[in-house]
């Protein structure tokens, strides 16, 4: 007997969803009148096909009703066209190719500031004097003269005894480059 009643409760709440789904309120659909609504309907019944809602004027979007449903689905003539417009998934960096090739001929040194970088050792008494610098995360780079490093397009122009010169180039907001020289020095260990 309990099944019984759980199964015609089922079934009554399965046509009950049914003919929500098909249209069966008496709702109208926004912007038709009722009795436009009602011959739609009538129609759909029928299996006629309904008759078209009043032409509207060319600014006002146009409804037209599903015959099934009963739902009025508005038309507004609008779609996307993607020319000349950026992909939204692409990234901003990418769209700037100066940025790009500025941060490919820095290397992975151009991406620190120069106070964010470390002198860790020098040699200078060869023809051909070379730094070892340190990045924040640890990794140790060896620069020699020449050198890509900085954020402001910074290049090595000498190694001295604990020091290493950085031409950097600025940018103001005027658009206007201005040079810099920055040194980085070897920090002195103390101890005994």
């Known amino acids: ?15 009950a ?10 709702e109208t659909p926004a912007g038709l009148a009722a009795n436009e609504f009602a011959a739609a309907r009538t129609a759909a019944v ?44 692409r990234s901003f960096v990418w769209d700037r190719p100066d940025k790009m090739q500025a941060i490919a001929e820095a290397g992975p040194l151009g991406q620190f500031d120069l106070s964010q970088l ?11 004097a070379r730094a070892l610098v340190e990045d924040p995360s ?13 954020k402001n397009r910074g290049h090595v ?11 950097e180039t600025y940018v103001d907001y005027l658009g206007q480059e201005t040079t810099k020289d920055v040194e980085m020095r070897m920090r002195r260990s103390e101890g005994g």
Request: hydrophobic share 40%; proline share 9%.
């Open 138 to 150: 640890g990794e140790s780079y060896i620069i020699g003269a020449g050198a890509a490093i900085g």
């Open 17 to 26: 969803s049914l003919g929500t789904a098909i249209g069966c309120s008496q």
């Open 118 to 128: 470390e002198v860790v050792a020098v040699v200078w008494r060869t023809g051909n």
């Open 46 to 89: 029928q299996g006629a096909q309904p008759a078209p809602p009043p032409a509207a004027s060319p600014a006002s979007p146009v409804a037209t009703v599903d015959p099934i449903s009963g739902v009025a689905q508005i038309e507004t003539g609008y779609s996307y066209d993607p020319t000349d417009k950026r992909d939204p998934f």
């Open 157 to 167: 122009i000498s190694i001295d005894d604990n020091t290493v010169v950085v031409k």
């Open 1 to 15: 007997m309990t099944t019984l009643r759980n199964s015609s409760y089922w079934a009554l709440a399965a046509a």
